[in-house]
């Protein structure tokens, strides 16, 4: 066995040093002893860190220097103006996501060394690529670091293969890899076969505290680290110098305006069509002119690359090791130094990820507190093809006459030609009446048409726009004044007034906050109409309360609020324990920004002083400290996509700034021009549609371009505003509220929002009472998903997003954009209801797309979360892609059945087909779930589970071969690494994507999962079966916490083997089963069963049901061809489709819908997929715009008893 005595070989070799050798044969000797001093010891180093090497050779390791040989080595290289290049080539590679060129260019070309990719590879045991990638800059005899590097790669492989009991395996990485050790330690070697003889390697002395494979290879990478840093010939390569962004594209910018300056006669907005050649303009010339564009001169737009995939282990590999934040952002949050504010907290609640909490905010340039009219980036060269990128927005690219290489964008909303001053809401529909002066206002992030407003003498009213009545309202109380401080009592026994300072509604409108001017903050639970309800009261600082908004630190939906007594703190919003306090500001602060980025959750403050901190929850301090413009009392706010950050505050001299920041620099991007040089108050602003800034100032409404800094143009509402009037949009912004000098508030309006009012001023309602958007419960708010970065970036900029919904399918959305839904289900009781039949082809929209691709029967089906494309899962394992286009017949470019799509394929025309095994595909059981950004949709067909890239089509991975073959696939709604897998076995596997492992296995059913789903707000994934049965199961650690079986309605008999599916509605608490037989409405988590719904006979069994985007309706096909709407809420039927109304006569053809699809934004729009393999879009008649009408309440129909044999209706 390896014990002391190998030292003694090594000391001998030391001491064998003969005094008749030559110098330089005395030195061989000496590099071929510390390289056995080096082989003698990983045994035991590497694996057992408390052993020590005795000190003669930890010495002899440490002082070694490079040999002349490690010298040439690291002098070879190319000319430095080449060797930049190349960094340049590599920072474009990384910005257009080509990440396997990437890595492959630092391999070959051997200059930078990228820490965090080799880390990737080493964690994840890719040993193979490991040498590979290592082989780009040393060979194993290149000098003792880079032997002790590959023996300890080896070595490890060695030991896993041991540890899996393949002895095959392990004798072949002893002969081919280990073998070559054995010319420098025999003995050595010798040890390391003899493990083949143990039944486990721990029974040999010095590996007994190898662990699991996890950590083993977590000892070992932070030695070759060490190894790697110490060994000469990565020198000057483990740090990717610091560019400016998008570096290449701007050389190229300047070579093409250099050349089109020295034209003879250099023509306006050359036409660039090729970088192959230089420019001319002349006629003759390819590169020549052409006549000017009235939208845009970017002549090239960035390549149409997808964004990362998270669970594949995205990241930004060109940081420096001390900064490793992949964002835009990492100019502010890297290169850590001293803090030097003090923090207290009431209790650690620890920040995500270490090593993110590790990276500290840089103090970056104070901005120009002048307002220049400089616009550092034109719309044309900056937003026509804007695209996420990880270093933000390039500042180079900045007002050159040519643009050759735009850096991209992730939205359409940038383009210059997606909206007009027409879209912005500048026409008064009316004006209500506070009684009090307006202090804030908050539109609900769901229904469109209610306001939430706080005044100057503490009250709280609910609006609802369509009726202008007033919902509910809250004056200033107390609620236990017995519990406040003395302080707090003191002042309201002197005045029991106080002022509401911000109101603000939560992410999914369930709960608001109120801060009021003294002390305390109150938060309220909404359940709709004027349902109103006392939640929490916390005094919150000394003195008024300046701000409050919502948060989500640890995936726990927490209240940010700050103060006069300069203190910001967050707050549980379910208990309402306060969980972190920061200090460090030296005045009142004035404003509080969450926002959540790449994995990155921070909070920015500003003061009155005109300072700005910003935080991350780790109770360390605040990570930077700058002047806003003007040192004035500053509010910031992120545009709705969460891309873009702007701030708008006004000094104490009366001098205001609106501004756009460039994340990257920490310093003022653009500056806008046209706000007031004496402002009364502080200007109060908002931003909208990713592409509009308003702001009160002057008397009036002023509005600019987000993409140029002159003023687009302005509205004094037909006069009467505030001097510094509150604005507010609403999400959509089709409305914009307003606050008046008489104590009111006016709404402007766009042509969309016209329409919106009129019509649902034009009805007539039972109950006033927001009765499309009630809610039935309000969920419990222990916690919060924080996987949207869009729902953060909507918390900063005040206006919340709608709710994430788990599809079917399996896919966890994002809801973008859902359009405003009218009230339409409330009609005059007088007139005799009657349930809407569509039996013909006029009577509805409908549309089959087009298919010229082998009809196979359509198993799944999804639209994409951005509602342009419809992903189809044949039940031959071929998926089917249609894309619309954005045209002047459909200026959205989402999903229409009055325009037929393309059936998309990539040039190379290949299918995205899953692996079959050996299995008939006819009796498998198909599933997939789509990534959130749309680029990789994960999908399997009774063999191995597949990962498909959207644009291209490739399989980029197979993982998790039959048996057992997965059934249902779900992605965590939280962690994109995380996906739970039915299973046909009846487990549910949930697989890390990252480390390619289960990190647990559920059991609680009998037969296949059918469903799952997971719920962002309570923290549990619900499952459903084959068996009928219902199973909850806690997200934090896997423990099974209920189970329901459904009921079977009486007569009915349900088939063996029948799907039950599951979906959350929006609040994410109650959600409805799918079995053929019913469906059921059951609130989670303790699964009771509120309502169930039993069809007639005649139709046959239900074949799928999805909710509707907004969750207000229910799409349910069936057998018969048929597809019913129901009503969410009360699960009634109140539109029948009879396929004569969509498809072709064909007796003697069976067809009927197997699933059914909801579009992500409209609520009347879904799609079926068809047995004969059609895929078919249905609408309302736009003169309609509804599936049916609400049957009244006092219409109910029969009994539960006669309910199968009669209409449609629900038994509870």
Same mark, same amino acid.
């Given at each position: ?62 002082? @070694?220097?490079?040999?002349?040989? %490690? ?188 050349? @089109? ?268 109409? %004027? ?21 989500? +630190? ?10 006069? %007594? ?18 460090? @500001? ?319 394929? +990539?040039?190379? &025309? ?32 009774? &063999? ?16 998790? +071969? ?247 209706? +629900?038994?509870?």
């Amino acid at each position: 066995m390896y014990t002391t005595s190998n030292y003694f070989v090594c000391s001998y070799f030391c001491l064998s040093l003969s005094s008749s050798q030559s110098v330089e044969e005395q030195e061989v000797e000496r590099e071929t002893t510390n390289t056995l001093l080096l082989l003698c010891v990983p045994l035991s180093l590497s694996l057992s860190p408390e052993r020590k090497v005795p000190k003669p050779y930890r010495s002899g390791l440490n002082t @070694h220097k490079a040999s002349d040989k %490690d010298l040439l080595i690291s002098s070879c290289q190319m000319s430095s103006l080449s060797r930049e290049l190349v960094f340049l080539i590599l920072q474009f590679l990384d910005e257009e996501k080509f990440k396997d060129a990437v890595h492959k260019l630092e391999q070959e070309s051997g200059f930078y060394f990228n820490m965090r990719h080799f880390e990737e590879m080493v964690t994840n045991g890719e040993w193979d690529e490991v040498e590979k990638y290592l082989s780009g800059f040393t060979k194993v005899d290149d000098n003792r670091y880079s032997m002790k590097i590959f023996f300890e790669i080896r070595k490890q492989k060695y030991l896993e293969a041991l540890d899996k009991k393949d002895r095959a395996k392990a004798v072949d990485i002893l002969v081919k890899d280990l073998k070559v050790f054995s010319a420098f330690n025999e003995d050595l070697f010798k040890e390391i076969t003899q493990l083949l003889t143990l039944e486990n390697f721990r029974d040999n002395e010095q590996l007994s505290k190898y662990g699991d494979t996890k950590s083993a290879r977590g000892v070992m990478l932070a030695e070759l680290k060490k190894l790697i840093e110490a060994n000469p010939l990565f020198r000057d390569k483990l740090n990717f110098p610091t560019l400016r962004n998008s570096r290449l594209r701007t050389l190229i910018n300047q070579s093409l305006n250099w050349q @089109h300056q020295l034209c003879k006669n250099p023509k306006p907005n050359p036409d660039i069509k090729t970088l192959f050649i230089d420019h001319s303009c002349g006629q003759s010339q390819p590169n020549g002119a052409r006549a000017p564009s009235p939208v845009t001169n970017a002549l090239m737009g960035g390549l149409p690359k997808p964004a990362g995939f998270p669970p594949l282990g995205a990241h930004g590999p060109f940081q420096p090791a001390q900064g490793p934040l992949p964002t835009s952002l990492t100019g502010w949050m890297s290169n850590p130094a001293p803090v030097a504010h003090a923090s207290a907290s009431a209790g650690p609640i620890g920040f995500n990820s270490s090593n993110n909490a590790a990276a500290l905010l840089k103090r970056p340039r104070t901005p120009p507190s002048n307002s220049a009219a400089i616009d550092y980036q034109t719309a044309d060269s900056e937003h026509v093809l804007k695209r996420s990128r990880p270093f933000g927005l390039s500042d180079d690219v900045n007002n050159l006459p040519v643009n050759i290489l735009p850096v991209g964008y992730t939205s359409q909303n940038h383009g210059q030609s997606s909206f007009s001053t027409d879209d912005l809401p500048k026409a008064v529909v009316m004006t209500l009446s506070q009684g009090s002066a307006v202090k804030s206002m908050d539109f609900h992030p769901l229904q469109q048409i209610l306001l939430l407003v706080g005044t100057a003498t503490g009250d709280v009213i609910l609006w609802e726009l369509g009726t202008r009545e007033k919902l509910a309202q809250r004056n200033f109380k107390v609620w236990e004044l017995k519990s406040c401080s003395m302080p707090l009592q003191a002042s309201l026994a002197n005045d029991y007034t106080a002022s509401v300072n911000r109101v603000i509604w939560s992410p999914d409108g369930t709960l608001f906050g109120v801060a009021y001017s003294k002390h305390i903050i109150h938060l309220y639970a909404y359940h709709g109409g %004027d349902n109103l309800q006392d939640k929490l009261e916390i005094e919150a600082h000394v003195g008024s309360v300046n701000d409050i908004a919502f948060c989500f +630190p640890n995936k726990q939906l927490c209240i940010v609020t700050c103060g006069e %007594d300069r203190l910001i703190k967050v707050w549980d919003a379910n208990t309402g324990a306060k969980q972190y306090a920061f200090e460090g @500001h030296e005045a009142a602060v004035y404003s509080v920004c969450p926002h959540y980025k790449e994995n990155i959750q921070f909070i920015f403050s500003t003061a009155t002083d005109g300072k700005i901190k910003a935080w991350l929850y780790d109770n360390v301090g605040s990570r930077v400290d700058y002047d806003a413009p003007g040192h004035s009392s500053t509010a910031l706010a992120y545009s709705a996509d969460g891309t873009r950050l702007f701030s708008c505050g006004t000094n104490k001299e009366g001098d205001s700034y609106i501004v756009e920041w460039n994340e990257s620099e920490g310093a003022v991007k653009r500056t806008y021009i046209g706000l007031g040089k004496r402002s009364v108050g502080v200007v109060q602003f908002d931003t909208t549609k990713n592409r509009f800034l308003a702001a009160g100032d002057e008397n009036m409404v002023k509005f600019w371009d987000m993409d140029s800094v002159n003023l687009l143009t302005t509205t004094d509402a037909e006069g009467g505003l505030q001097a510094s009037p509150c604005v507010r949009f609403n999400k959509e912004g089709i409305l914009l509220a307003v606050s008046t000098n008489d104590n009111g508030i006016k709404i402007l309006a766009n042509t969309d929002g016209i329409r919106l009012l009129r019509t649902v001023e034009s009805r007539s309602f039972d109950s006033p009472k927001i009765g499309a958007g009630a809610m039935v419960k309000p969920p419990s708010m222990g916690t919060f998903g924080a996987s949207n970065a869009t729902v953060a970036a909507n918390l900063v900029d005040r206006v919340a997003p709608m709710a994430s919904m788990v599809a079917l399918n399996g896919d966890n959305r994002n809801l973008p954009d859902v359009k405003p839904r009218i009230t339409d289900e409330s009609i005059d009781k007088s007139r005799a209801w009657k349930l809407i039949e569509i039996n013909e082809p006029s009577q509805c929209r409908s549309l089959r797309l087009p298919d010229n691709i082998s009809a196979m029967r359509v198993s799944r089906l999804i639209y994409t979360n951005s509602g342009v494309a419809i992903l189809a899962l044949a039940a031959n394992a071929v998926h089917k892609l249609w894309k619309w286009q954005r045209n002047e017949r459909n200026t959205s470019g989402k999903a229409t059945a009055s325009i037929a799509p393309q059936l998309w394929q +990539p040039t190379s &025309g290949i299918l995205m087909t899953n692996d079959i095994s050996d299995r008939n595909p006819e009796d498998a059981v198909p599933c997939f779930a789509l990534s959130k950004n749309d680029s990789y949709v994960m999908s399997a067909s009774g &063999g191995k589970i597949s990962l498909f890239n959207m644009m291209t089509f490739k399989t980029m991975t197979t993982f998790m +071969p039959p048996p057992p073959a997965a059934s249902f696939l779900a992605f965590h709604p939280q962690d994109n690494n995380i996906i739970a897998i039915g299973m046909e076995d009846s487990s549910i596997q949930i697989y890390n994507v990252r480390v390619d492992e289960v990190k647990t296995k559920l059991k609680g059913h009998h037969k296949r999962i059918t469903g799952l789903a997971f719920s962002n707000v309570l923290n549990v994934l619900i499952s459903s079966g084959a068996d009928s049965q219902l199973c909850v199961w806690s997200t934090d650690g896997w423990e099974k916490q209920t189970s329901r079986q459904l009921q079977i309605p009486a007569g009915r008999a349900a088939a063996p083997l029948a799907d039950t599916r599951v979906q959350f509605h929006q609040d994410q608490t109650h959600l409805i089963a799918v079995h053929e037989t019913q469906i059921a409405i059951y609130e989670a988590p303790k699964l009771e069963c509120l309502k169930q719904w039993v069809p007639r006979e005649a139709s046959g069994p239900i074949t799928h049901a999805t909710y509707s985007c907004d969750s207000q309706s229910i799409y349910v096909s069936f057998e018969d061809g048929s597809v019913g709407v129901l009503t969410a809420t009360s699960l009634r039927l109140r539109c029948r489709i009879n396929p004569a109304s969509y498809l072709p006569a064909n007796p003697s053809l069976r067809v009927y819908p197997l699933v059914i699809a909801a579009h992500p934004s409209e609520p009347t729009q879904f799609a079926l997929g068809l047995t004969d393999g059609g895929v078919y879009i249905l609408e309302p008649l736009e003169s309609e715009g509804k599936w049916g009408t609400l049957p009244p309440e006092n219409n109910a129909g029969p009994s539960t008893a006669s309910v199968a044999a009669n209409l449609d209706q +629900p038994q509870r």
